[in-house]
């Protein structure tokens, strides 16, 4: 006699909830970094990390998290979001945002907390946790990017191109024929430019290249934000400027390289199996690297944080934290 296999509900996002606390962090430069702090002051302090480079964050963000537990901490990194200035790229590196998460840290008076982030959210996560081991307690991580030429040659030149050919000639339409041989250069050089109108139309067209490959929906899941002129000309700007210097990292596949460093620290990866924007490859390659990390793959999912699989997992991943 057959039986009927149910399955357990998928879990969905903690109500909305407002900050009990948010204001601006000045740096050792001239950048004012926007954070805020939500759910319980007295509880398990977690920092978030968004994605980009570039990005900014937002309410969903918040709700990844019991309130009831977690003590949680967002922040948008240099020339993002609510920082201030917008779309700025100095002293904008890798090591810079390091730099400012130990001074949020401190700032908060937190002596270890877990990290959240997603996407570059999950290069930052790791690059911190590496350089920065005794302060993590735990990491959950999404769709793996180890910024490595691999990766991006994947997504901006050769690769992507093939599964999202119609987003993909709306993403070289800005770019000359006899320069679309290096397109992250050729982007490069106008996202910098002086010509005003240029930069606008070519960070509407990088920005919006990533909205219409997040989801498993393609284009018509977009979310709305990629295609604003204003969030488009710091996320394509700052994106661009990380990736033209590889990360800042000293060498490549330096995550990797130093992987050994966070080994004791407990690791939930979630990876979209049909994620486009940073391939399963990637996460396999981590989770081989530390197979005491527990890597969960969801078969239904692509990039976006807010795809239902990817949802069940992320809360089912702080759930996991707060217990450790």
């Not at 949680?72 to 730099?99: H, M, V, Y």
């Not at 944080?305 to 089912?316: A, K, N, Y």
Request: charged letters at 25%; glycine letters at 8%.
């Amino acid at each position: 006699m057959a039986f009927p296999v149910t399955e357990t509900p998928r879990r969905e996002l903690y109500p909305e909830l407002e900050p009990f606390a948010s204001g601006w962090m000045q740096t050792d430069s001239v950048h004012e970094i926007y954070f805020e702090e939500c759910g319980n002051p007295q509880g398990q302090p977690v920092l978030v990390l968004h994605g980009g480079p570039g990005g900014a964050v937002n309410p969903a963000m918040r709700r990844y998290f019991d309130p009831a537990i977690y003590r949680i901490i967002l922040f948008d990194q240099r020339g993002c979001g609510k920082s201030r200035p917008n779309a700025s790229l100095e002293d904008n590196t890798t090591w810079t945002l390091i730099e400012d998460i130990e001074r949020l840290r401190e700032r908060c008076g937190i002596d270890r907390w877990t990290v959240f982030g997603g996407s570059w959210g999950s290069t930052l996560s790791l690059a911190y946790a590496i350089t920065h081991p005794e302060r993590v307690k735990a990491l959950i991580l999404r769709g793996i990017f180890l910024l490595t030429k691999k990766e991006l040659h994947w997504f901006y030149q050769d690769g992507a191109s093939m599964i999202f050919p119609d987003a993909w000639e709306r993403f070289i339409a800005p770019i000359p024929e006899d320069e679309r041989h290096d397109l992250m250069g050729a982007y490069y050089r106008r996202l910098i430019g002086e010509d005003a109108a240029e930069r606008e139309r070519c960070a509407v067209a990088w920005s919006s290249w990533e909205g219409d490959t997040v989801s498993v929906e393609g284009p018509a899941g977009r979310p709305e934000k990629f295609a604003e002129p204003e969030f488009a000309l710091a996320f394509a700007r700052i994106e661009c400027w990380y990736f033209t210097n590889g990360g800042f990292f000293p060498e490549e596949n330096w995550l990797l390289k130093n992987i050994g460093r966070i080994r004791h620290i407990p690791i939930w990866i979630a990876q979209g199996r049909f994620d486009v924007v940073t391939p399963i490859a990637s996460a396999w390659a981590l989770h081989r690297a530390l197979p005491e990390a527990r890597l969960d793959v969801v078969r239904d999912a692509g990039h976006a944080s807010s795809e239902p699989g990817i949802v069940d997992s992320l809360v089912r991943a702080t759930d996991w934290a707060a217990d450790l």
